[in-house]
């Protein structure tokens, strides 16, 4: 039984990891932070989870890959691993008795030792400790002797504890906007996490519904539909979402109105710059030109102060501000059109950091501004109705958004669609099957620029103000991730992308300081686990995942090297 | 009458000249063949013809139009259409889209009717599909229009790129190598095939070939290349009887003893 052995050396070797994580995480300060952050108040902290998920995982893991389904031998796989992860919390607190680490690993403080001791006198919290780290080390792993059903429901109903608990301060915010309806919900709530009542019912009824769900079996495929039925499923689901789309700021409120907003402004410029890269594989690094372009000729037009041009409306400024980047992206286009990957990369990047300089000199100041901006820019109004606020302005983010979005899915499936594809895989050839290259990158570049500029004009209005400082270079690598997360070239992956990266961070301001450091590891986590982007475009799929076949290859023939002939090669 | 006609033709690279004035005609309906030993300059006599190199001396007509120094968009729109010596395909395209793209110089449609997909810009991309996967059926790969060029095998790779290549339906087709690296069997079948090309669809073919039985068996008119220079023109026979080319190919001891040699055709 030597693989079995082993295994035991793997269990202990996955519970120091746990622990080692578990560690790590106490030490970067994260868990003390959050020791206040109830998930349940009173009882269980977001803290807490950060020590113990490690410790879990690593136990659920070590049971799991086990070789032996023996019960009790999983059960003792995971007390072991669980006990590890304890040992190393242990030998944590125990060092810093005897040495002072606390002059190097500042976050080392009495307040952590008492939390992960659970507040009882040294020796016994240590004690405590351990048996804690056992106790979850085998219930994660009798976790996996469970049924499924009853598995998927208990996982997801912990998990929807965890989540509404941390995020109960934005959901509470959500909520209070709901008029009476809020009564239903708010005594879920303590003040901070979930209360005890809340934890039981949400236990209750998530658990519940999925174990309902897994319970539900498969049902059989209905063979023939109707033309109607097969548009309803075709379209139900856009009109929900249309529908959910249009409701959203009234349901969320005006905070996150404004995320909202934001998000919308970046999937807008997502679109714009997924026809440029995504589509014809042009690496743009100063895309956040076209936005400053749009966004500074929309304010030059229409502010009331002094520096402003002609003082137009909103409607009026916006096709100047439109065309204005998009000839901005054909003059970029012009010079760069023979330029390929990291060459193009770098001259758009300066491109981006001339627009950027421009705006801020000297030179231009009488017009621009220079770094103090352009204030008083007008807001959109339709009769009386004006655009003043988030929730309003959010309508007119989202009508540019679906302009942008059925622009790119039309251009995506014709002729030009396909061009700028040939362009990306090769150009030479692509020049040689009769595509004319100035002209169709050209209009990647065009529709780039139309898209972004448009929502600079929108951020603008939005602001009510301009700075330089708006437009710095993060914001074209952000888009440009945003298009890398939601799957390069895919229409709907810029949606999920740009809900990812501009809508997480924003959501977790929960985590302050340990807000990038999260954001980071999520990032590299998954180009990791899904290289091709969440949403990735059905090809990117087959390019990514598709077993590649070998072509056979065979050796040239050999007819000609009977002697007489004339041999080539 | 000459449907391609190169007057002293010259492409230099550095001091190197790749090609060195190289007068060549090639008749409708003909199959042509351009030989000579690796470097002699004929697939740099390619892309002079088809626009991606712009000769520094001489001109290229096309049915008696110049069309030396044309982009190769536009020498694309006039006719003629390539395969390349390694395969081009676009690779991460399906085998119905890379023909697709080869349709480009018929496809009138623009951007606003892309956007607004209005009847005409429906149609036309109707029967371009259509017209597409008749092609793939032309060329034996019905049923394979979805899969990705890459995972094509070699063999259906290679009659892709040519399908690729006649989609634009041009008057001239240039085919570089086209049966390197396939055995006796696949080579037979692209020699019929290319036949079939001029027999049934009437276009001129100006062929690359390093393999003799297949240049000799298929070819009307060969010219062959030997450091950018033209060393000889004329039917199979008249080649084979060359002194001047078995020396290039095979050295000037093998010239004498092996020009009397009749070579089989």
């Not at chain 1, 991730?481 to 939601?486: A, P, V």
Request: hydrophobic share 50%; net charge positive.
């Amino acid at each position: 039984m030597k693989s079995e052995t082993s295994y035991w050396v793997k269990t202990v070797q996955n519970g120091l990891i746990g622990g080692a994580i578990a560690m790590l995480l106490s030490l970067i300060g994260i868990v003390l932070a959050f020791g206040k952050t109830y998930i349940i108040i009173g009882l269980f902290s977001m803290g807490q989870v950060f020590v113990f998920t490690p410790i879990i995982l690593e136990s659920f893991v070590s049971a799991r890959k086990a070789p032996s389904k023996n019960a009790l031998t999983l059960l003792l796989l995971g007390g072991l691993s669980g006990l590890m992860g304890g040992v190393v919390l242990v030998v944590m607190i125990a060092l810093q008795q005897v040495i002072n680490l606390r002059s190097v690993l500042i976050n080392l403080s009495p307040d952590l030792i008492a939390l992960l001791t659970f507040k009882l006198p040294l020796a016994l919290g240590l004690f405590v400790l351990i048996i804690a780290a056992v106790v979850i080390g085998v219930i994660s792993a009798a976790f996996l002797l469970l049924p499924a059903r009853i598995r998927g429901a208990l996982s997801q109903a912990i998990l929807t504890i965890v989540i509404l608990g941390l995020f109960r301060d934005l959901i509470v915010t959500v909520i209070t906007h709901w008029g009476f309806v809020r009564y239903a919900f708010l005594w879920l709530f303590a003040l901070s996490g979930l209360s005890i009542p809340g934890v039981i019912v949400v236990f209750v009824v998530v658990g519940g519904l999925f174990y309902w769900r897994l319970g539900r079996k498969p049902k059989p495929v209905v063979k023939a539909r109707t033309i109607q039925q097969q548009r309803l499923i075709r379209w139900g689901p856009m009109a929900v979402l249309g529908i959910i789309g249009l409701l959203l700021p009234v349901i969320l409120g005006s905070y996150f109105s404004e995320i909202l907003d934001n998000v919308g402004i970046y999937i807008l410029m997502g679109l714009g710059l997924n026809i440029v890269v995504g589509f014809a594989g042009l690496l743009d690094l100063g895309y956040v030109a076209f936005y400053a372009i749009g966004a500074y000729t929309l304010g030059v037009f229409t502010t009331s102060e002094a520096v402003g041009i002609w003082h137009l409306n909103f409607w009026a400024a916006t096709p100047i501000a439109l065309i204005v980047a998009v000839f901005a992206g054909v003059i970029l286009g012009l010079p760069v059109l023979r330029m390929r990957g990291d060459y193009l990369a770098i001259v758009t990047l300066g491109f981006g950091e001339i627009i950027r300089i421009l705006v801020l000199s000297d030179w231009l100041k009488p017009l621009l501004g220079g770094s103090e901006g352009i204030q008083r820019i007008a807001q959109p109004s339709i009769g009386s109705f004006i655009f003043g606020n988030q929730q309003r302005l959010y309508y007119l983010i989202l009508i540019g958004i679906i302009l942008a979005g059925f622009i790119s899915v039309r251009l995506k499936d014709s002729h030009l669609g396909r061009s700028w594809m040939a362009l990306r895989e090769d150009e030479d050839v692509a020049q040689a099957m009769g595509i004319n290259k100035v002209a169709t990158k050209l209009l990647a570049f065009a529709m780039g620029a139309l898209f972004s500029g448009l929502g600079g004009a929108l951020f603008a209005t939005k602001i009510g103000s301009v700075y330089p400082q708006s437009f710095s270079f993060i914001v074209s690598i952000n888009i440009l991730s945003l298009i890398i997360i939601g799957g390069m070239g895919s229409i709907p992956g810029v949606f999920i992308g740009g809900l990812a990266l501009v809508g997480l961070p924003l959501l977790l301001s929960q985590f302050a300081d340990f807000r990038y450091l999260i954001y980071g590891a999520a990032l590299v986590a998954m180009m990791l686990v899904k290289p091709e982007g969440l949403s990735p475009e059905a090809r990117r799929r087959l390019e990514l995942h598709e077993e590649i076949k070998e072509v056979p290859y065979e050796e040239p023939a050999s007819v000609l090297k009977t002697p007489g002939e004339l041999g080539g090669r | 009458m000459a449907i391609l006609v190169s007057k002293k033709v010259t492409k230099r690279f550095g001091g190197l000249e790749a090609v060195s004035k190289v007068d060549l005609e090639v008749k409708e309906h003909a199959i042509y063949s351009i030989i000579g030993p690796n470097g002699a300059g004929k697939t740099t006599f390619f892309n002079c013809v088809t626009g991606f190199y712009t000769p520094e001396e001489g001109e290229i007509l096309l049915n008696d139009r110049n069309i030396t120094g044309l982009s190769p968009d536009r020498v694309a729109h006039l006719g003629i259409s390539r395969t390349y010596q390694n395969i081009r395909l676009f690779k991460n395209m399906t085998a119905v889209e890379n023909i697709l793209v080869g349709m480009q110089p018929h496809l009138k449609s623009g951007v606003i009717g892309a956007i607004l997909r209005d009847p005409r810009t429906i149609r036309e991309e109707k029967e371009a599909v259509e017209e597409a996967n008749r092609l793939l059926g032309y060329i034996n790969l019905k049923g394979m229009g979805d899969l990705l060029a890459k995972n094509l095998p070699y063999g259906q790779q290679r009659r892709l790129e040519i399908g690729r290549a006649l989609a634009s339906k041009p008057k001239l087709l240039l085919l570089d190598e086209p049966t390197a690296g396939m055995n006796p069997r696949e080579t037979q079948d692209m020699v019929n095939f290319i036949r079939r090309l001029r027999d049934e669809l009437g276009i001129t073919i100006l062929l690359i070939e390093h393999q003799m039985r297949v240049v000799m068996s298929i070819s009307e008119q060969i010219t062959v290349l030997d450091f950018g220079v033209k060393i000889a023109e004329g039917t199979p026979s008249e080649i084979q009887k060359n002194p001047q080319v078995v020396e290039a190919y095979l050295g000037r001891g093998a010239a004498s003893g092996l020009s009397q040699t009749p070579v089989e055709g």
